[in-house]
């Protein structure tokens, strides 16, 4: 068919008349995980003028293999098997391409920006901009506004941000936007304007951390008496653990805590005095991360000691006379956030001034009274061949590209050779505090229905750990059952990442064989996700010294520097037989060739939202 010349061009002439504005072409790149509880109100519009630490995080490469490469290096069938890699070998893997680098800064160019405020970071992971908000808003077509804590303390977000289509796809995330915290937490950047300090991570909480009802235990218990009170000696006998390191030169294990906890020196020589007399003025060798320092005196209670107390005084016991580390992580001001530990692990990971999630983590220098007013922790130490860390927070308050982000780092640090452990919460199915999601409007309530995953635990590349504890009137010689004491063990399934192919077997198993009684409304029960956790250690009962007097703790914040405790072990035989750290565990748990190492749990439920499960 034939058209007419003037048709063409009427035609050629309204397609540029309405040649769409600038924006037309942005899609929506981010939205906000939940809506803020009840507690938090909408206060106003942030101020024009104010300044924000804008972080554009690039698209990495290869990072679509991450899970192929990782299973290369730690599935004990793979010809490549413990081949570890080098920090080097990473970054340059997985360093974004000079085309998303050059399409990102052509894009801030033509919005404006001077060509000198664009900073690039070393392995080309970041661009970095100190940007007014009224440029922020121009640049992500959004409106940041101010919103207030029934406490008093205030955070800012967007709800949502966009991108141009040609950008979107060189860009993984962009902060401070949409990253809102909802437990109080001065871990992020707030403005000098709203600087009302509140809670952080390490922050005294009922929710995070091990629980105790108070009680009184008894001190030296036979192993006839484990089902009531556990020590290490109930351990060394449930498990096994008789080993005695050799390699203790070589081998690292670590354990996170997030200022203002802190162990009492006082409280770990009364525990290692009854329970490991060599131990007796022994200490965590401190790594202070972002300003991160051993401060007994200036906070004390159950609330501040109680987890390190615990970890460092069954860690220590267990692995001695292997040296434990304590990465102490975030100064007293700021505190610290998940990366900020991962910062000071892999330098790869870091960012100039920052760059790190401003409403999860602090954000250094901090130049507040009192503050660490020096650059941020930047690979300071090579990672441990071990790290325990028994906090963290509710999946659905992290968006799906932060979560990812930072579980991609947990999979290089696999694959540098250092297995990850994670508690897996106290809650069940439910959240922090036992709150659900409720399944219309998305926020967490105590009344919601619908389960609540734990993250960093739902990160596939990471080995999750749940609790366990003996069955009352039974032994350490007898099966145990799912922790359901004063805690129940948290688990579930993600709905944020994708079944890893190291748990397809079981997990399908699972479902096959013993189908929950529950349908999409309550969880994510696609079949297809991420199940959680990888393996569980008694979490029930614990004898700990915590200031000054013996209490019994509850909780996977003790099951999880136990593993970490027996992993340490693992690698020490490794080490002396002449190979390399275990690294990533995962694969080597679910595959068959280790099923005669555990122990299936059949008994007990972990239960939340209103249901057995």
């Not at 437990?183 to 991570?201: M, N």
């Not at 105790?212 to 192993?223: A, D, F, R, V």
């Not at 280790?594 to 122990?599: E, I, K, L, V």
């Amino acid at each position: 068919m034939l058209l007419s010349w003037s048709f063409l061009v009427l035609a050629l002439g309204g397609l540029a008349a309405a040649v769409p504005a600038r924006r037309a072409n942005y899609v929506v790149h981010e939205k906000r995980a939940a809506e803020p509880s009840s507690a938090w109100t909408l206060s106003r519009r942030l101020e024009s003028d104010m300044v924000l630490p804008m972080r554009f995080g690039l698209t990495q490469s290869n990072i679509d293999r991450v899970e192929e490469i990782l299973m290369s290096i730690s599935h004990p069938e793979s010809p490549t098997f413990g081949k570890h890699l080098s920090p080097e070998q990473v970054i340059d893997m997985f360093k974004p391409s000079s085309e998303t680098v050059d399409v990102v800064k052509s894009w801030l160019v033509g919005s404006g920006i001077a060509p000198e405020r664009i900073r690039i970071t070393g392995n080309k992971g970041w661009i970095e901009l100190n940007a007014t908000v009224a440029e922020a808003e121009d640049l992500l077509n959004t409106e940041y506004h101010v919103y207030e804590h029934e406490s008093g303390a205030e955070q800012i977000s967007c709800h949502s941000y966009s991108l141009p289509g040609h950008v979107q796809p060189h860009i993984e995330l962009v902060k401070p936007t949409v990253h809102f915290n909802h437990r109080v937490s001065p871990g992020g950047y707030i403005p000098e304007k709203l600087k009302k300090r509140t809670g952080k991570l390490g922050q005294p909480s009922p929710y995070n951390g091990p629980k105790t009802n108070g009680q009184t235990p008894s001190i030296n218990p036979t192993l006839d008496e484990c089902d009531e009170y556990i020590t290490p000696a109930c351990l060394r006998a449930l498990y096994n653990i008789y080993y005695t390191p050799t390699q203790t030169g070589r081998n690292t294990y670590g354990v996170v805590e997030f200022t203002p906890q802190s162990y009492l020196a006082t409280d770990l020589d009364m525990f290692f005095g009854n329970y490991s007399p060599n131990l007796v003025g022994s200490r965590p060798t401190l790594v202070s991360i972002d300003g991160g320092q051993y401060e007994p005196s200036q906070y004390q209670g159950f609330s501040y000691n109680g987890e390190s107390d615990l970890d460092f005084e069954y860690a220590m016991t267990l692995v001695y006379p292997q040296n434990v580390t304590l990465l102490q992580t975030g100064d007293m001001v700021e505190g610290g956030g998940f990366d900020n530990w991962l910062d000071a692990v892999d330098a790869s990971f870091c960012t100039y001034e920052g760059g790190d999630v401003p409403s999860q983590d602090g954000i250094y220098p901090d130049t507040a009274p009192g503050g660490y007013d020096a650059p941020e922790s930047c690979g300071i130490i090579p990672p441990p061949y071990v790290v325990s860390t028994s906090y963290g927070q509710d999946e659905v308050s992290a968006t799906p590209a932060y979560a990812i982000r930072q579980c991609n780092e947990y999979a290089k640090l696999g694959m540098m050779g250092t297995t990850v452990l994670y508690a897996s919460g106290d809650y069940g199915v439910a959240g922090f505090g036992g709150e659900c999601i409720d399944a219309t409007t998305g926020e967490e309530t105590l009344n919601g229905t619908r389960f609540n995953p734990d993250f960093p635990a739902t990160c596939p590349y990471v080995t999750a750990v749940g609790a366990t504890q003996v069955s009352p009137g039974r032994t350490v010689y007898e099966p145990e059952s799912a922790a359901e004491t004063v805690i129940y063990s948290g688990g579930g399934f993600s709905n944020i990442f994708a079944m890893p192919s190291y748990q397809a077997t079981a997990v399908r198993h699972y479902l096959e064989a013993y189908p929950p009684p529950y349908t999409a409304a309550q969880y994510n029960n696609s079949g297809n996700v991420r199940a959680f956790p990888d393996l569980a250690a008694n979490g029930v009962n614990y004898v700990i010294a915590i200031d000054g007097e013996f209490e019994l703790v509850y909780g996977t914040s003790a099951s999880s520097p136990v593993v970490g405790s027996m992993i340490t072990m693992v690698n020490d035989a490794r080490l002396a037989a002449g190979k390399g750290p275990i690294g990533f565990l995962n694969p080597a748990i679910y595959s068959p060739l280790f099923a005669a190492a555990f122990h299936d749990i059949t008994n007990g439920t972990n239960q939340g939202c209103g249901k057995p499960f």
